[in-house]
């Protein structure tokens, strides 16, 4: 997670709390440690702060966390409600994300449902090896005997159907990924979005041991709202998307350092998906 080193500087322990009131308000959802770690102080001071938060109402908290939304919020959409959206252009990106797979390298796929699409037609000869902490992404792939399955186990959640929680967090510390397919619930002007807190904690641990980011969201993203921020636009290197893609959202996208691989799908199908999506 990026910021300056005078968003986090502060003069006293009410000005800290405005600060990380401000903070989680951007980011939708943060863990404890990583409150701690920001502001240079103990987990203990950092849950005395947000005990208090909680109790004026400014806050909501979560076991190893603080939020800035409801619990429905956090719970986001269900995959399987998602894994209908813009169905075509997803296989299309899918594909597309599968041509920059090299023999012998280290990837992981994100949770989501175009991570899973790629999973599905990842070649059995070029002895990949594949990270993911996606129960869809790692049942697709117990199937290809030339794939070794890294799976970054933890506390499963059905609506997302992605392990996360300390267990996941600490594997995903050792690791060294190559190539990180992230998704998306949102995408805007502020970066990337996700649905819930659980997932952007996952997904910002991922990038961290990254080489390389490749966003692999449809167009219909930058028109759905996301609660909980997974990263700014930095953080990504790539950006596979189908030809949707507005103009005034590529306009947006152009001011980054950021290469825009734009996929050509039907617009019949497109269509199709973004019915669905509503």
């Known amino acids: 997670m990026s910021g300056t ?19 989680v308000g951007e980011q939708g959802f943060c863990t404890i440690l990583e409150l701690s770690q920001l502001f240079g102080v103990s987990e203990m001071t950092i849950r005395r702060d947000v005990a208090r938060i909680v109790t004026q109402g400014r806050l909501r908290g979560f076991h190893g966390g603080v939020g800035s939304l409801s619990p429905l919020d956090l719970l986001g959409v269900d995959y399987r409600a998602r894994d209908l959206s813009m169905s075509e252009a997803k296989r299309a990106i899918a594909a597309r994300a599968r041509e920059g797979v090299t023999p012998r390298s280290v990837i992981a796929l994100d ?11 990842l ?38 159907l992605s392990f996360s929680g300390p267990s996941t967090l600490a594997a995903i510390s050792n690791l060294h990924i190559e190539t990180l397919f992230l998704a998306a619930s949102g995408l805007n002007v502020r970066g990337v979005f996700c ?49 949707g893609l507005r103009n005034v959202d590529e306009q947006m996208l152009a001011q980054y350092d950021m290469d825009i691989d734009k996929v050509a799908v039907e617009p019949a199908a497109a269509a199709g998906g973004l019915e669905l999506a509503r």
């Open 195 to 243: 649905g819930n807190g659980f997932d952007a904690i996952t997904k910002r641990a991922l990038i961290d041991v990254s080489d390389t980011v490749v966003l692999i969201a449809d167009s219909s993203k930058f028109t759905t709202s996301a609660m909980v921020r997974t990263c700014e636009w930095d953080a990504i290197d790539r950006l596979i998307v189908d030809n």
């Open 111 to 121: 949770a989501g449902t175009t991570g899973a699409q790629l999973a599905a037609i």
């Open 5 to 23: 080193h005078a968003q986090f500087a502060y003069s006293s322990a009410p000005d800290r709390r405005d600060r990380l009131v401000q903070f």
């Open 123 to 160: 070649p059995s000869d070029q002895h990949l090896t594949v990270i993911s902490p996606s129960l869809p992404v790692v049942s697709s792939l117990s199937t290809n005997a030339g794939v070794e399955i890294i799976c970054l186990g933890g506390v499963l959640h059905p609506e997302s």
